[in-house]
């Protein structure tokens, strides 16, 4: 009686451990793959200055501080491309439609 008492408890430890995990996981994925986030990369090109640049990503893109905007330019500059929003694909889309309008060089947008 008490070894069969002692394997029941065991199953339901371990039954109780693997289950609460198998859930979270799914969940995560769930979630990520109906809501995913975007990237909005600006390349560099030739023929937008600095100034031009800086003050697309002021118009654009919403809460961009003058001081973020010139770092944005200047890694679009000196590394070749910067990612200047991520967020929901809707306005990834709209930001990204609204800054190549702009002229400025994007990069397709792109899931994190």
């Avoid at 995913?36 to 893109?61: G, H, Q, R, S, W």
Wanted: net charge neutral; with cysteine.
């Amino acid at each position: 009686m008490h070894l069969h008492h002692h394997a029941s408890i065991s199953l339901f430890a371990v039954t109780a451990v693997q289950a609460p995990q198998k859930v979270k996981e799914a969940a995560t994925k769930v979630t990520r793959k109906h809501y995913p986030n975007y990237k909005v990369i600006v390349l560099n090109d030739d023929f937008n200055t600095f100034e031009y640049v800086a003050k697309c990503l002021m118009t654009y893109i919403p809460g961009m501080t003058e001081e973020r905007a010139w770092e944005l330019t200047n890694q679009v500059h000196f590394e070749g491309l910067a990612i200047v929003w991520v967020g929901p694909q809707e306005q990834a889309e709209l930001y990204h439609a609204q800054l190549k309008q702009a002229k400025l060089t994007m990069a397709p947008l792109e899931p994190v």
